[in-house]
Structures are given as structure tokens and as C-alpha cells.
Nanobody, 121 residues
Framework: QLVESGGGLVQPGGSLRLSCSAS????????IGWFRQAPGKDREGVSC??????YNVDSVKGRFTISRDGAKNTVYLQMNSLKPEDTAVYYC??????????????????WGQGTQVTVSS
């Protein structure tokens, strides 16, 4: 099971860093994805990190950065220049296939409980 943390309330233009951690297994051996779900909307993929490279969807390119810290067994999502439309519950999950993208939710499992991100003035 994965555990997300780091969400909160931030003003537009602000930053947050989300963390995705695990106990009992090593995240380094998996491709990890970050997703978000806003009220009334489908869950959408935001970023993923494979053994080779990070990937971000167009709506967050240049603003979000996904990274790993093997020593801490944690995957991070650094979010800068946040916009009100980034407001959502953010989840991390493990890819069931050997490459990423694709970022379809159906390819991922072991979802965490999510962490709320609210961007508002």
C-alpha cells in the first residue's frame, strides 16, 4: 500500500511537494504514477516515473516535476506555479506494466488514500 502526504491549501502561483511512500517493499523497482481527481471529474494521470525517465502530461509540463529518493523509499511530485484548476485529490499508484506512459488509471494498482490539494486565494 502507498501513502500520500503533503497536500494542503495554497494560493495561485504557489508550490507544494507531495510525497508517496511505501512500507514493506521498494518503490525503486516499480514505475510510479501520480493522478488527480477533482469533484465530478474522472481520475486523470499527471506524471509518472519509470526506470528511464519522468513523464508529465501537457497540462503540467514545466510546472510539475516527479522524482525519486531511493534512500527514503519515496517518490515526490513537486508542483510549482499552481493554478485553481489543479485543485483535486492527488493519488499515487504502481504501474502494472513495464513502461510509462501510458498513464491510464487501468494500468495502475495499489492506490493510496489520496491527499487534498486546494489552490485558492
Amino acid at each position: 500500500q502507498l501513502v500520500e502526504s503533503g497536500g494542503g491549501l495554497v494560493q495561485p502561483g504557489g508550490s507544494l511537494r507531495l510525497s508517496c511512500s511505501a512500507s514493506g517493499f521498494t518503490l525503486n523497482t516499480y514505475n510510479i504514477g501520480w493522478f488527480r481527481q477533482a469533484p465530478g471529474k474522472d481520475r486523470e494521470g499527471v506524471s509518472c516515473i519509470s526506470q528511464n525517465a519522468p513523464y508529465n502530461v501537457d497540462s503540467v509540463k514545466g510546472r510539475f516535476t516527479i522524482s525519486r529518493d531511493g534512500a527514503k523509499n519515496t517518490v515526490y511530485l513537486q508542483m510549482n506555479s499552481l493554478k485553481p484548476e489543479d485543485t483535486a485529490v492527488y493519488y499515487c499508484a504502481i504501474s502494472q506494466i513495464s513502461w510509462c506512459p501510458p498513464l491510464g488509471a487501468s494500468f495502475f494498482a495499489a492506490w493510496g488514500q489520496g491527499t487534498q490539494v486546494t489552490v485558492s486565494s
